[in-house]
């Protein structure tokens, strides 16, 4: 489909906000065929002057925490008040099509039927770097299309939340209330990373759990992060379903975001976003092409075997390897 | 001193367990001149058959925490057992001087002057993975001297913790009574790598406030870190200074050690830690290598001032500099 049509047809069609159009230039980022790569690359340069203008917020929370119902509900809020929002995905486990929106039609009802949002499903790549890299691209491309929200998720795989908590303004997990002596549906590290936290499913008789729960988690909280001159993560409740505490939530994203332009700290956390962004590319390019090379994969098995026998130095056979790859 | 001596006398000395052999054998290690590297590297395979017999144990707490004191009172104790207690340090702030045992004379007054321990300050070779290298290696060369205890204390400057964590078998933090609303005395991100926990300082008036803060973060370990299977960190109060509670965290730091054998996660543990960080050393040093290259040298500020000012997308700036460095 992507493979006859011109980049000039692209960026066109993206800059005017069609949708289908911008559905294909997301399916040519994601490819990771090397014809592909190089136009995706074009692309993605003609459209960077018209990006960076959207809120960019990421949402993570395991399984059950009940994210679509509360992304549904809150992208259906802010397209009600003249957003025009886009949800995208990082979950290196998916294995849904890429370019279908049929599991997102269900899971987000509202949402897909809106002219004013965009559902995209994670790309399916495999590995977490690859699907980071085309959910990355795709917030230059759904920017360049005029949507002012980004709302990028991750089921939490891996290290899935660092790497969207890399590419977002305002890190939000969602979370449940406890059940017995463990916080549920809360990853390790992710506390670290949060800007903004809210025990979901805070309604009816889960209400006053909820509250309970939220207490309990702001005062972890505090104990964990250190003070940050400018923001205190919030710990907020609500309920996806009932709509109830949805626009406390999205008041203290933007709480966030006001506490961060103020002190310049947005522009300069987004310009380290790409240059750290860039070097982490470097890094793993770089390690890939050395795994690659045929020399090294000649050696790298024994080498491994004898440092995990305890044969050979560690700094030894690191030498041992790069030697290899010199040559 | 280390420079005229031959490979075979090191061996043959520090095998002996002879401590200035053992000293200038950690100094050849240290070095970091290429002629130094290769002889290091000869001694450490050397002797590499015969480390590992230790139980090493990392220590991490702030400045203030009272670290010194409590190694010098556990170390003690150790060696009054018949055990033979060497302590290492990894600090990338140091500026001590890399052989003088001068500093540690006045941190650690009864260990320094026992015949069957070993103080070693932190090397000062400046980047963290140039000091953690110089530990690990250090680790195997105690060993093979005979010291049966490892403790390998850290000061916590950048991702010191997670270096010490890397190279140990157990790894505790010391921590204060809280004052306030924070925990003293507590890193981001350390909580979620520790074995044990003590709150030092729990003697005289302040033993109640140890023994309420010890709760709180109990609760506070179980909120962030997943039940593991074989081992749930234990959260003790001790006093280096009165010696009170010093025996009960040595039996949790045997206790830990004890689950991780019967489950035969040690030899596993330590065995992913040689062939991670040799990994490691190999990423590092092919970045090295890639940023000490001319022409990525030449082009590398302005890609990055590029990408910072959004101008080139950063995988497309990835591209570059991997394309001067295969020139």
Request: proline share 4%; aromatic share 4%; hydrophobic share 40%.
């Amino acid at each position: 489909m992507t493979h006859g049509t011109d980049i000039g047809e692209y960026v066109e069609g993206v800059l005017a906000g069609h949708r289908p159009t911008l559905a294909r230039a997301i399916t040519l980022v994601e490819s990771r065929r090397a014809d592909h790569a190089e136009r995706a690359q074009r692309l993605l340069s003609a459209l960077l002057p018209h990006s960076g203008k959207a809120h960019r917020v990421g949402i993570t929370g395991v399984p059950g925490v009940g994210k679509s119902t509360f992304i549904d509900a809150l992208g259906s809020r802010l397209v009600g008040r003249g957003h025009r929002v886009a949800v995208l995905a990082v979950d290196p486990s998916s294995t849904r099509s890429g370019g279908s929106i049929l599991g997102d039609r269900t899971r987000m009802p509202s949402l897909a039927v809106e002219e004013n949002a965009f559902v995209r499903p994670s790309p399916t790549s495999g590995t977490l770097g690859g699907v980071a890299r085309a959910s990355r691209e795709a917030i230059v491309l759904v920017e360049a299309a005029g949507f002012d929200v980004v709302l990028v998720e991750t089921v939490g795989v891996g290290q899935s939340e660092v790497a969207v908590a890399s590419m977002v303004d305002c890190f939000c997990l969602l979370t449940l209330a406890r059940t017995g002596d463990e916080l549920q549906g809360i990853k390790k590290g992710v506390l670290e990373l949060v800007d903004v936290v809210a025990v979901n499913k805070a309604d009816g008789p889960h209400a006053d759990d909820a509250r309970k729960a939220a207490r309990e988690l702001s005062r972890v909280l505090r104990l964990i992060q250190p003070a940050h001159p400018t923001w205190r993560p919030p710990v907020l409740t609500c309920s996806g379903l009932t709509g109830d505490g949805l626009d406390d939530v999205w008041q203290a994203v933007r709480d966030h975001r006001g506490a961060l332009e103020e002190t310049g700290e947005l522009a300069q956390r987004r310009a380290g976003q790409q240059v750290e962004w860039m070097w982490s590319q470097v890094r793993e390019r770089l390690m890939d092409r050395m795994l690659g090379d045929r020399g090294v994969r000649s050696v790298a098995a024994d080498v491994e075997a004898a440092v995990r026998s305890g044969g050979l130095p560690a700094t030894l056979a690191a030498e041992r390897l790069l030697a290899e790859f010199a040559r």
